[in-house]
């Protein structure tokens, strides 16, 4: 039996493991923006799923992933669309999508750790139509194309952490966006360091904001907010 952990927060609302300092438009870099961190840190899931079949955290918790679903079902998005989830981790979000029906799925990971984990879950699952493969996003191979929806959750984050030249990161990460997406195509983002208006600067040109999807709010101190930040962009030229 597989068995998974969540990564939620003491307030009930999805919790924000790349949370890091922000100064104005940009965060300190991180550990957590390395690929030696992921790599490490995958290679330890692994071994655990191997161990006793836990598939390691769900990020933002599975309600992250039941509002990206529910969107996708109310919009129709065609079972056999073109579907690829960016930094896909240990894969448990191909395996919801593969539940809900959703056929052409494809999964990347520039950690091999965690493209292993999870060839190794989906074989688990009796998921062997998923393709999953290593791929720098940021350096994408270009068989990686035509994809009618793309989905990140959490990778931009990772990527706005690294220690390297962040600014040239995220417009690589952006061009990649272009390039393997069809044109009317929708990407889906869910982020836990950028707002709703740092996203929309950082994507535009290119990409129109087409909706935000609700996600849990807190109170603190006599201000609401929201803790993490979901918004579907469509791809426009």
Request: aromatic share 10%; charged share 25%.
């Amino acid at each position: 039996m597989l068995t998974s952990r969540v990564v939620m927060s003491t307030h009930g609302s999805e919790d924000c493991p790349l949370q890091c300092k922000q100064s104005e438009d940009d965060f300190a870099p991180s550990k957590l923006g390395t690929k030696d961190y992921w790599d490490d840190a995958y290679k330890r899931e692994l071994q655990t799923f191997k161990d006793i079949g836990d598939v390691g955290e769900i990020w933002f918790g599975e309600e992250s992933m039941g509002r990206v679903i529910r969107w996708m079902e109310t919009q129709n998005v065609p079972e056999n669309a073109a579907i690829l989830d960016i930094g896909t981790g240990n894969g448990m979000f191909l395996v919801e999508l593969a539940k809900h029906g959703f056929s052409n799925l494809t999964g990347i990971d520039y950690s091999k750790a965690a493209v292993e984990l999870t060839v190794n879950i989906l074989e688990e699952e009796g998921l062997k139509h998923v393709k999953i493969q290593v791929e720098d996003f940021l350096n994408p191979s270009t068989a990686l194309k035509g994809f009618d929806v793309c989905i990140d959750k959490g990778t931009f984050d990772a990527i706005s952490l690294s220690p390297e030249d962040r600014k040239e990161a995220k417009k690589l990460y952006v061009n990649s966006l272009k390039t393997v997406m069809q044109p009317g195509g929708f990407f889906i983002i869910t982020s836990c360091n950028w707002t709703k208006e740092q996203l929309l600067q950082i994507f535009r040109p290119g990409f129109e904001l087409v909706r935000e999807l609700p996600t849990p709010r807190f109170q603190f101190g006599g201000v609401t907010g929201n803790s993490v930040t979901a918004l579907v962009f469509k791809r426009i030229d």
